[in-house]
């Protein structure tokens, strides 16, 4: 430390007093900095499951309009599940609706949102015992069995469905023509059921997660094949049925039996796979959506996560996600992240048992807070519903254009023109638009330098938008108003 000059009136008390308020000084600028770091990341029970308004919730949450919704598997008032509502902070929780075997029963996908009507499958149950796709108000009134599996028709889904305009896209795990599952659309009114594609098993067998839409594309994976072996594989297949491709074969040392869903970043897939080679724990990896440039990521060891069951979700160039289990932390499971490269990998949170247990679902990610279900723990044991903040997370990077894209009229009332500057020929981009909640409300392709956009069902407020490139590299963002 050098010398301090100090003026001669300066006194000894006065000195002593300056170096007791340095002291104080630092004490208070550590605890501020503690606090900031405490705050950075934090872990909150917003629900605990009692049994009578649900237990074992095998699904994911679904946020719509500030609120929280979902399904448990069991629980409810005839122990055949439930549909839930909840405040974002964990209040105001209401069962608004009882599955009872014959209306449906273990549901085990996640609700999708459309104003004010939800949409979902339950796995059993309906007219045939085979599941069924249901439609109810958000309020919980106007329930309704939309389309029941018989069997030829397909059974026991287990994933989730995806809307675009007014048709739903989904899988059913086994059924239709050869019992391996099926690919199908549906009106949301219920009405033009059709075939997609039948799984034949060489082909792919036992889809158990969500389609991806990409355009006209939708791909998905299988939790097995009986081409080479059972390990399952990657596809794509036209809206219509038609050009079904197997991209990828799982094959055990590149990845096996997959139950999650993909998630998409400009030409890009990202998913997991529950077993992985030895020690037979799993792993990530990417592909581009025409099957080439497969990448493995991250191999799961047990040490730093085991057996994902669930999806990962994209927030900028890190993707998140869970394990059911995790070697090191009472193999209870654990929230991670990853740089979409493979790098950077960050176990952020481990589950004990008595915050939660082995997670089967996927994430839901609003600004900086992520929320997810545990199908155990909690204080009755029937599992919680909780919520993971993370300052350093959100969607504030995209708040600003860059200029390279220009959005006119803004503010407008959903319908807006994008103009891209750099635009290439022939190259096809991707426009986000999410809104304040850091929902995803629309995701569609641009292929020309000037491009018609109209929100479906827009609301007042504010959104933010980029516009990606092939490859996923971030072109132009910004922010509009809808009045």
């Known amino acids: 430390m050098g010398i301090v000059l100090l003026p001669e009136n300066y006194s000894e008390d006065k000195l002593l007093k300056l170096q007791q308020m340095k002291k104080q000084f630092l004490l208070i600028c550590s605890l501020l900095c503690l606090s900031i770091v405490g705050a950075n990341a934090q872990y909150t029970d917003l629900h605990d499951f009692n049994g009578s308004e649900g237990s074992a919730p095998f699904c994911d949450v679904t946020i719509s309009a500030g609120k929280l919704y979902g399904m448990t598997s069991a629980g409810g008032a005839y122990n055949d599940g439930c549909i839930f509502s909840m405040d974002t902070n964990g209040g105001n929780y209401i069962d608004i609706f009882d599955f009872n075997g014959i209306n449906g029963s273990l549901p085990q996908g996640n609700v999708t949102a459309l104003g004010n009507v939800l949409y979902g499958m339950a796995s059993e149950g309906g007219a045939h015992s085979y599941g069924c796709i249901f439609s109810v108000n958000t309020n919980g009134s106007n329930y309704k069995d939309i389309f029941d599996f018989s069997g030829p028709n397909g059974a026991y889904p287990t994933g989730s469905l995806i809307l675009n305009g007014k048709v739903l896209y989904g899988m059913v795990e086994q059924g239709a023509t050869h019992n391996y599952g099926r690919i199908f659309s549906i009106d949301t009114n219920g009405s033009n059921y059709k075939d997609l594609f039948d799984f034949s098993g060489t082909d792919g067998a036992s889809p158990t997660g969500a389609l991806t839409l990409f355009g006209n594309k939708l791909y998905g994976m299988t939790s097995a094949t009986y081409l080479s072996s059972s390990n399952g594989n990657i596809f794509s297949i036209d809206t219509n049925g038609s050009n079904y491709k197997d991209l990828l074969e799982f094959n055990g040392t590149n990845g096996a039996n997959p ?23 799993g792993n990530i990896f990417s592909i581009d959506t025409n099957g080439s440039g497969y990448k493995d990521l991250l191999d799961f060891n047990g040490m730093n996560g085991d057996d994902p069951h669930g999806s990962l979700i994209l927030s900028g160039r890190r993707l998140y996600g ?80 860059t200029g390279a894209v220009n959005l006119y009229p803004n503010p407008n009332n959903g319908e807006f023109t994008i103009s891209i500057k750099n635009y290439e020929l022939g190259i096809t981009n991707q426009i986000e638009i999410y809104n304040m909640l850091g929902e995803m409300v629309y995701n569609p392709d641009i292929s020309q330098s000037t491009s018609q956009i109209s929100l479906p069902n827009p609301e007042s407020g504010i959104y933010l938008y980029r516009i990606l490139d092939k490859m996923g590299n971030i072109q132009g963002t910004g922010k509009f108003i809808v009045e």
Request: charged share 15%.
């Open 322 to 401: 869970m394990t059911t289990e995790y070697y090191d932390a009472s193999d209870y499971g654990n929230i991670f992240s990853i740089d979409t490269s493979g790098s950077g990998y960050v176990d952020m949170f481990d589950f004990d048992g008595m915050n939660g247990t082995t997670p089967p679902g996927s994430l839901t990610l609003a600004r900086d807070v992520f929320y997810g279900m545990s199908p155990g723990a909690g204080a009755n044991n029937d599992g919680l519903i909780f919520s993971y903040r993370d300052k350093s997370l959100g969607i504030g990077e995209i708040v600003s254009n």
């Open 259 to 281: 139950y999650g869903s993909l998630v998409l970043s400009g030409k890009r897939l990202y998913g997991m796979t529950s077993a992985y080679n030895t020690p037979n724990a």
